[in-house]
């Protein structure tokens, strides 16, 4: 990023103008103004345009304007307005060589996101409101002034200025906070009250990068990478995971996904996975986005890629049948033929479904009190490594493995001489 060159934004209002004049006593580096024109107002755009050239002709700066003819409906207009102004900015930007971009952003404008993103139901990442600095080089050197000490200013100074009228319209929300909410709370607490959600915003965003350096730490030391089976991208020690403050917990989740894997699950998400990690059963999962799930595996959670063309496949060689009065002989009989099982159909937990074998997996077998490693029971069985893993396993709705063709056949579901209806499970490659 260069040094010598600062690009401000300057729209032509108080805030903005009283930013360039700043910017004009104090900075050392090349000052390169950017204006855009949405064009949305007429004439009084050309007028705000009009005044920002003005005021770089008398300072000698540089100046770049963008203008937008047309910026669609009134829905959604601050959003596309943003993303266009920074758009244009970033280009700016890059065109000089990566310039720091000033903006404009008071500490009024800071408690009014503070309130928006807290009645939102913002975490602590959103209530710790506009940062002064980004790492895309955004600086916002008057995030700590106030509105009204900038107009006293700007008055004594008789530095001119443009009003934009459309931000006195309270259907925006951010307006809605301004002219409505914030006045209401001033009434009641007094003025201290907005210097009380300013000092919150900034004890939040001590407490974010606290958080993110405690989650960066644990990641680095308890975060393994997956081994013994390509689907796996990494592991978490349930227990050592569980210790945690539930803050840190679900940072520790949100970087770890982001991080490794590109996802970006939402608060209910990133608190279900959380649960599940925390109380779920041993073999509970949760789909976390573009094809990935948060997987239990005993004292293991692991996030693993979700085989769902190679499940569909070896689901569609499994075939199904009830039948009544099934007894424990003719059970082990049709169960001799090698290609099928016979389970208490009332006792299933379904709906079943079948998935390829993966390293950690269990089952619980017949005359056992616990449950066995299903990796220990292929080497007895002496399959060879290479043709352990991604073989079928049939399973119930909550993932208990039932069956595996070939291999053996869990003691859930048993049929028993009290069993009425019988479910014939065979499998064909």
């Known amino acids: 990023m260069t040094r010598n060159v600062i690009i401000a934004a300057v729209s032509g209002g108080p805030d903005s103008i009283y930013l360039l004049e700043g910017l004009v006593r104090r900075e050392k580096r090349k000052i390169v103004v950017g204006h855009v024109n949405h064009g949305t107002r007429g004439p009084e755009s050309e007028k705000d345009q009009a005044l920002v050239e003005h005021l770089t002709k008398k300072y000698g700066l540089e100046t770049r304007i963008c203008r937008i003819e047309k910026c669609g409906s009134r829905k959604g207009f601050e959003d596309r307005a943003r993303r266009a102004r920074h758009g244009f900015l970033k280009g700016l930007s890059a065109g000089y060589g990566g310039a720091a971009v000033a903006m404009a952003h008071t500490a009024d404008d800071q408690i009014e996101t503070v309130l928006m993103r807290f009645l939102e139901g913002a975490g602590i990442a959103g209530l710790k409101g506009i940062p002064r600095e980004t790492e895309d080089g955004i600086v916002r050197p008057i995030l700590g002034e106030w509105k009204e000490d900038i107009l006293k200013y700007l008055k004594r100074k008789r530095i001119p200025y443009r009003l934009d009228r459309s931000n006195l319209d309270t259907r925006f929300e951010r307006n809605w906070i301004r002219h409505v909410l914030v006045p209401l709370l001033v009434e009641r607490y007094g003025k201290q009250v907005k210097k009380r959600i300013f000092t919150l915003g900034e004890r939040f965003r001590e407490i974010d990068g606290y958080l993110e350096n405690e989650a960066n730490r644990w990641i680095r030391r308890n975060v393994k990478k997956g081994s013994g089976e390509p689907s796996v991208e990494f592991m978490i020690n349930r227990k050592t995971y569980s210790i945690m403050p539930s803050l840190l917990r679900v940072r520790i989740l949100q970087k770890a996904c982001f991080e490794k894997l590109g996802l970006a699950p939402n608060e209910r998400l990133l608190e279900a996975m959380d649960r599940s990690i925390l109380t779920g059963k041993p073999s509970g ?51 001799g033929r090698g290609n099928a099982e016979v389970f208490d159909a009332e006792r299933l937990r379904l709906p079943l479904r079948v998935r390829p074998l993966r390293y950690g997996d269990r089952i619980l077998p017949f005359g056992q009190e616990g449950e066995k490693k299903l990796k220990e029971v292929l080497i007895d069985r002496k399959i060879p490594r290479e043709e352990r893993w991604g073989r079928p396993a049939v399973c119930d709705s909550e993932g208990t493995i039932l069956w595996v063709p070939g291999v053996i056949r869990s003691a859930h579901a048993a049929v028993t001489a009290d069993t009425r209806y019988a479910k014939i499970l065979s499998y064909f490659k």
């Open 285 to 335: 999962r949760i789909k976390a986005g573009k094809g990935w799930e948060l997987v239990n595996r005993y004292e293991e959670a692991r996030l693993v890629k979700a085989e769902s063309k190679a499940a569909d496949a070896l689901a569609g060689g499994l075939r199904t049948e009830e039948r009544r009065n099934v007894t424990p002989a003719v059970a082990k009989r049709i169960a």
